[in-house]
């Protein structure tokens, strides 16, 4: 009889998660498995702690950090541009000197974007990157004004 309940929990199971990756997005996948992995590791980590396991619990932690590390890393990325203005100068070498008129495939470059984003795709972009170089977290006003402009011209503001 118990394992008839688990069968049937898991066919349940099975169908909520069919459902959820055939309507989510990418984004929400993704933010999904990273969820259930983080999970699942603190729960094995919890559980080799308890049952007295606790070196072999370290030994994965350890073992891990470098992966953990890595990804971190790529995860929080900062576009190519970001480091540099135009003409390949250093940012705060000289006085920043955007230039105000930009094209839609340079905002789409600044922004991160492909073509054919949507509104919320580019608010999304425009909020990650502009809590990075916001001049009032250590970042350039400069490049806070191109943020901005990037995305004015990709929602086609004035």
């Given at each position: 009889?118990?394992y008839?309940?688990?069968?049937?929990?898991?066919?349940?199971?099975?169908?909520?998660?069919?459902?959820?990756?055939?309507?989510?997005?990418?984004?929400?996948?993704?933010?999904?498995?990273?969820?259930?992995?983080?999970?699942?590791?603190?729960?094995?980590?919890?559980?080799?702690?308890?049952?007295?396991?606790?070196?072999?619990?370290?030994?994965?932690?350890?073992?891990?950090?470098?992966?953990?590390?890595?990804?971190?890393?790529?995860?929080?990325?900062?576009?190519?541009?970001?480091?540099?203005?135009?003409?390949?100068?250093?940012?705060?070498?000289?006085?920043?000197?955007?230039?105000?008129?930009?094209?839609?495939?340079?905002?789409?470059?600044?922004?991160?974007l492909?073509?054919g984003?949507?509104?919320?795709?580019?608010?999304?972009?425009?909020?990650?990157?502009?809590?990075?170089?916001?001049?009032?977290?250590?970042?350039?006003?400069?490049?806070?004004?191109?943020?901005?402009?990037?995305?004015?011209?990709?929602?086609?503001?004035?």
């Amino acid at each position: 009889m118990p394992y008839i309940l688990l069968v049937i929990g898991l066919l349940i199971g099975a169908i909520f998660l069919f459902r959820f990756f055939t309507s989510a997005d990418k984004k929400e996948v993704k933010a999904a498995i990273y969820t259930v992995f983080t999970i699942t590791i603190c729960v094995a980590l919890f559980i080799l702690a308890v049952t007295g396991r606790l070196p072999a619990a370290i030994a994965i932690v350890a073992a891990a950090w470098p992966f953990l590390a890595y990804w971190w890393q790529k995860r929080n990325q900062v576009p190519k541009w970001e480091g540099k203005e135009r003409g390949g100068r250093k940012k705060n070498e000289e006085k920043e000197d955007f230039s105000e008129n930009i094209e839609k495939k340079e905002a789409l470059d600044i922004l991160g974007l492909s073509e054919g984003a949507t509104e919320k795709e580019i608010k999304a972009a425009h909020r990650k990157l502009m809590q990075k170089l916001h001049p009032d977290t250590g970042g350039s006003e400069g490049l806070a004004r191109r943020l901005n402009k990037a995305r004015d011209v990709l929602l086609n503001k004035k």
